[in-house]
């Protein structure tokens, strides 16, 4: 199975125009296109497809985050972010263009993501991030692009990840977690493929291994 993008190539950065936050003073909100996504060769048993995207540089503790006296060292144990989670994708999508899923940033949250007809979208993990802000605060779901830390210097690895399933529904609701979805998910994967986009905002950010 083979997955692609014409927004970015793999292990290459994502434009800004598909990402949340762009460098500014120090950061500004950027496009919040979701990028273009095309895969091939699923098993002849597939009946859905499950996309996700995740952030796997996140830092693991908040301390330093967006500190203008500090920085985020790059040996910092990192979490995951969930930037996207789409399950229930029909057999006969194989392609999503730049912008066809998210074309902008909705304060409070995108109540009801573009998808193909019948595909779900979960919760993405801004909700957590802007939990109680008067501004940005609500449920977020479907695609919200990167914006790591403005004085991260570790460059974020974002894992797009296309999973063929052999049954047509998982039965989950609209905003479910990273979590429900793992678990409905198991044992009905019978192939993946992924392409990583890379993304930074501070000016001297590494990649780590």
Known sequence: ???RSDSFQNGQPVPARCAFGKPGDPVALSDNLSPHLAWKD?????RSYVLTCIDSDVPSRGDDVNQGDRVVPADLPRVEFVHWLMAD???????LAEGACSDGIVAHGKRAPSGPPGSVQGKNDYTGWFHGDKDMGGEYLG???PCPPWNDERVHHYHFRVH???VEKLNLA????LD???KVMHGHVLAQAEIVGTYAIYGKAVVRA
């Open 174 to 177: 609209d905003g479910f977690t």
């Open 164 to 166: 063929a399933l052999d």
């Open 89 to 95: 994708i029909p057999v006969e999508y194989t392609e």
């Open 180 to 182: 429900e979805l793992r």
């Open 143 to 145: 695609y919200d692009g």
């Open 42 to 46: 699923a098993p002849p048993a597939t």
């Open 1 to 3: 199975m083979q997955l």
